[in-house]
């Protein structure tokens, strides 16, 4: 602590959602400060990232969350504000363990909710292709949800395991998630789960029985996905 003297003191100062709280030391020259984050998560900060604006949160926020009659309203958390996405309130266990953010996709206007694995929230719920009948793409609920017709998705690739809901050999079926692999071109079910984590492992555990070394797993250990949900094995 005894150098902080000569610097500038950021401490006690609010940056954003985070509080500056103590002098973490210098790495490359620049002034580093531990912070704590207004949803409780501490973290690192350089100095001229926190006075230059660049960092205004720990960046692993858990999204807000409201009940909205029958629905729930998510909060996106986007530079300068936050921008409610709609789901089901029946939906929601479904998306419940990953973190969501407001991206913009190419060509479109609107923001779309995609979680921090790279999954969009109207995918994992209706499929790949699925979108909005309201053209409000925050807003998910299933009576604004549609599937794609058929010819957007008939390229004629055969029959391809979707990677929609972030897991390989997963794909949500009613509102829960189906398992599958396909062994010498023959497609085996392994089964119906609650959550896309379970119907991953499921996934795992046959590529590992079938594809032996060769095997392409899903990550399912320390995973963002798995923020709020306790590992037992
Ligand atoms: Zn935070």
């Known amino acids: 602590m005894a150098k902080t003297g000569r610097r500038l003191s950021l401490i006690g100062q609010k940056f954003g959602k985070l509080l500056v709280e103590s ?9 580093r400060w531990n912070c704590i984050c207004e949803c409780g998560n501490r973290t690192v900060v350089c100095g001229c990232d926190l006075m230059g604006d660049h960092t205004k949160t720990c960046g692993r926020c858990p999204n807000r969350i409201e009940p909205f009659g029958d629905a729930v309203v998510i909060w996106l958390e986007m530079k300068d504000r936050d921008v409610p996405c709609f789901i089901d309130a029946a939906d929601y266990p479904l998306v419940k363990d990953y973190r969501w953010c407001a991206v913009k996709r190419k ?4 923001f779309y909710a995609q979680s921090s694995t790279k999954v969009y929230m109207h995918a994992l719920l209706m499929g790949k292709g699925a ?24 390229r004629n690739r055969g029959i391809q395991i979707s990677n929609t809901t972030g897991f390989k050999g997963v794909l949500p079926h009613r ?4 398992a599958a692999i396909k062994v010498d071109g023959k497609k085996h079910h392994l089964g119906t789960f609650n959550t896309a984590l379970e119907a991953g492992r499921a996934y795992n555990e046959a ?20 923020l709020n949900q306790k590992q037992e094995a």
């Open 23 to 31: 002098f973490a030391g210098v790495v490359k020259q620049r002034t």
């Open 107 to 110: 060509n479109e206007r609107g």
């Open 131 to 154: 979108d909005h009948k309201d053209g409000d793409s925050l807003n998910n609920r299933r009576q604004n949800l549609r599937t794609s017709s058929v010819s957007e998705n008939n």
């Open 175 to 178: 509102n829960k998630f189906r």
């Open 207 to 226: 590529a590992k029985k079938y594809h032996g070394e060769f095997a392409a797993l899903n990550d399912v250990g320390d995973h963002d996905l798995v």
